[in-house]
């Protein structure tokens, strides 16, 4: 598979894409003459930053930095979230430093830790 890269598909980009795109939708819908939609894209779109953290607190999502081969399919869980990514302004927020190693290797990796 030479050639493929990280593109960081995950399941954490996925489902704040969604419902990003749901919330922006609804706000143009509210912009045309819908007025309630204005502020169901608003809460929707704030919904969609906060899903979108959860889950990559919860391993559906990827480190900053390009992650090995193993980790490109989007069923895999990154279990070395627990410690917090080097450098994730995701991981700083939610109190994890990132500094015990939790740099964005692979699951194998966080297992055997």
């Not at 493929?4 to 954490?12: K, P, Q, R, S």
């Not at 895999?76 to 700083?92: E, F, K, P, Q, W």
């Given at each position: 598979?030479?050639?493929?890269?990280?593109?960081?598909?995950?399941?954490?980009?996925?489902?704040?894409?969604l419902?990003?795109?749901?919330?922006?939708v609804?706000a143009?819908?509210?912009?045309?003459?819908?007025?309630?939609?204005?502020?169901?894209?608003?809460?929707?779109?704030?919904?969609?930053?906060?899903?979108?953290?959860?889950?990559?607190?919860?391993?559906?999502g990827?480190?900053?930095?390009?992650?090995?081969?193993?980790?490109?399919?989007?069923s895999?869980?990154d279990?070395?979230?627990?410690?917090?990514?080097?450098?994730c302004?995701?991981c700083?927020?939610?109190?994890?430093?990132?500094?015990?190693?939790?740099?964005?290797?692979s699951?194998?990796?966080a297992?055997?830790?």
């Amino acid at each position: 598979m030479s050639g493929h890269h990280d593109e960081g598909h995950t399941v954490a980009g996925w489902t704040g894409s969604l419902i990003a795109m749901l919330g922006t939708v609804a706000a143009g819908v509210g912009v045309v003459g819908w007025r309630p939609g204005i502020w169901l894209g608003l809460i929707l779109l704030v919904a969609s930053v906060l899903v979108t953290w959860v889950l990559h607190l919860a391993g559906w999502g990827k480190p900053p930095t390009p992650r090995s081969p193993d980790q490109w399919r989007l069923s895999t869980r990154d279990l070395s979230v627990r410690a917090g990514h080097a450098n994730c302004l995701g991981c700083r927020l939610a109190g994890r430093s990132g500094r015990s190693g939790g740099s964005g290797g692979s699951v194998r990796e966080a297992e055997a830790s």
